[in-house]
């Protein structure tokens, strides 16, 4: 499975974006995905994942009614909404796909929260 990820760039402070996580393959649906972020000079952290089902998901706290994951199996598509967004939100952003003991990863998006 290769994934790809789009959506991200320069948003001021307080506004959206969405991005997007596309996978190859047909076995998508099959995949709990999640996302993950590093921002300069830190540790990769975990910021929001979503069951195969699409009926559990979990968030960092510091994201938590700012941020939605969401998924579309038909479209081999993860999403994550982000709305208010903050400085601290800057990182680059990447998309985790795992099912049993295979793990995939994007190659990461730049998102930049700045005035």
């Known amino acids: 499975v290769r994934l790809v990820e789009s959506g991200g760039g320069l948003v001021q402070p307080g506004g959206s974006l969405r991005l997007s996580c596309t996978a190859s393959g047909r076995t998508f649906s099959n995949y709990a995905m999640g996302w993950l972020r590093q921002a300069p000079g830190k540790e990769r952290e975990f910021v929001a994942a979503i069951s195969w089902t699409g009926k559990n998901t979990n968030y960092l706290d510091s994201v938590k009614g700012r941020f939605t994951i969401s998924r579309d199996n038909a479209k081999n598509t993860a999403y994550l909404q982000m709305s208010n967004l903050k400085v601290d939100d800057t990182a680059v952003y990447y998309c985790?796909?795992?099912?049993?003991?295979?793990?995939?990863w994007g190659q990461g998006i730049q998102v930049t929260v700045s005035s």
């Open positions: 985790r796909g795992v099912v049993g003991s295979n793990d995939f």
